[in-house]
């Protein structure tokens, strides 16, 4: 009598969503949520791995990326912060180096004038930033200043009459070695505050080199920037930011959205070991049929269905006004923290299929250290949380 067949694909909860946290959606957003999905899955996922081993960001995406009509969702399009959450998943779900890309143009840039530039500015430079003609980055990091850069940004802004001096370094910047625009954080010379300042890509005095060598997020294009007396007008300082406390306006939206990438992160995970153990024979068995391999990915729908969770409740407290800088603090450190016990567990289940790349595993393995790391630390973040429960801070 042979191993029984199982179609992965028709199992209940094949799709990790255990408590049906997509009914929450309006049957409009459910639809449109579908769409993208199946979108991914033939456009992006199939051809993943490829990217990452190259190295290389697939360009010709962006303009079938812009056909979606997905950037800015809740502000431009007036959908749920649920509905955005959920879309930032399935971008990670597919591949987390486009749904880098995506945060980075939609999320950190988009931000950064959605919130900080004027109204003129915006109407100036929102249309084309909507339409992906123009490609975003966001240059806060420096080479010496990551967890601490409110405090301690090196790059200077300097007032020169009617136009703004920059000097200075940043690092990690994505999409920098393509982007049109990339939004520079500095420090006024003349009143110690950090400012924001829409750069022209183009300009003399900047310069943008890939960062080689990394072990996540290879597709991902970041790099050191200099900017070397680079001479902007006044009317390119954004008028909103004028201080760190400004950019963390823009901070606290996007740390909601690296811990949707940790949820997506996971359900990729879940959907790589779970048809994996179904279709793995071993001893003449399905490798799920075990009970050790079925406890562990119990484990993995566990870790993903609690991230989802805080996230929906997140969600709904963005959608009403009222999530809190110390609530997505917490969201981030703790979905990071579980995503990097899922991916173990992955990979663990694939054994040594699960270093290479043709597997997905290995690729999910890796890029789940860079959300780990980005968007604020699990310390920091961790501190941030402590400081609210405390009323006492443990860091400057």
Request: net charge negative; with cysteine.
């Amino acid at each position: 009598m042979g191993a029984p067949v199982i179609d992965a694909d028709n199992l209940p909860y094949a799709d990790g969503d255990f408590y049906f946290f997509e009914e929450l959606l309006s049957s409009k957003e459910r639809d449109r949520l579908h769409e993208v999905r199946d979108w991914l899955a033939t456009e992006v996922r199939p051809h993943a791995a490829r990217w990452w081993n190259e190295g290389e960001f697939p360009h010709e995406l962006i303009p079938r990326i812009a056909e979606l009509d997905i950037v800015s969702p809740v502000r431009r399009l007036g959908c749920s912060n649920l509905f955005a959450g959920l879309l930032h998943a399935e971008f990670t779900r597919a591949d987390t180096s486009v749904a880098t890309f995506m945060g980075v143009h939609d999320g950190l840039f988009t931000g950064s004038i959605e919130t900080l530039a004027s109204p003129e500015q915006q109407e100036a430079w929102l249309p084309d930033i909507y339409s992906m003609k123009k490609i975003g980055a966001f240059g806060l990091t420096e080479p010496l200043g990551g967890s601490d850069v409110a405090g301690g940004t090196r790059t200077t802004a300097e007032r020169d009459g009617d136009s703004w001096v920059l000097n200075g370094a940043k690092r990690w910047i994505g999409n920098a070695t393509f982007s049109n625009w990339v939004v520079i954080y500095a420090r006024d010379v003349a009143d110690n505050q950090v400012k924001g300042f829409l750069v022209d890509t183009s300009l003399p005095g900047y310069s943008a080199t890939k960062i080689e060598n990394k072990i996540a997020l290879r597709s991902v294009q970041n790099a050191d920037i200099v900017l070397d007396g680079l001479r902007i007008g006044d009317e390119f300082h954004l008028a909103g930011a004028n201080s760190f406390k400004d950019t963390n306006k823009v901070l606290r939206i996007t740390r909601l959205s690296v811990a949707w990438q940790a949820v997506g992160q996971q359900l990729a995970a879940f959907d790589v070991a779970r048809r994996y153990a179904v279709e793995r024979q071993q001893f003449g068995r399905p490798l799920a049929s075990f009970q050790l391999i079925q406890q562990q990915l119990v484990e993995m729908l566990g870790n993903t269905v609690s991230s989802l969770g805080m996230m929906v409740r997140l969600a709904q407290l963005a959608d009403n006004g009222g999530a809190r800088d110390e609530q997505s603090a917490l969201a981030k450190a703790f979905t990071t923290a579980r995503m990097r016990e899922t991916v173990a567990l992955g990979r663990s289940i694939l054994g040594g299929n699960g270093i290479v790349t043709d597997y997905e595993m290995a690729k999910i393995f890796a890029d789940a250290e860079a959300i780990y790391s980005y968007e604020g630390t699990y310390e920091i973040n961790s501190l941030v949380t402590g400081r609210a429960i405390t009323g006492m801070a443990a860091f400057l």
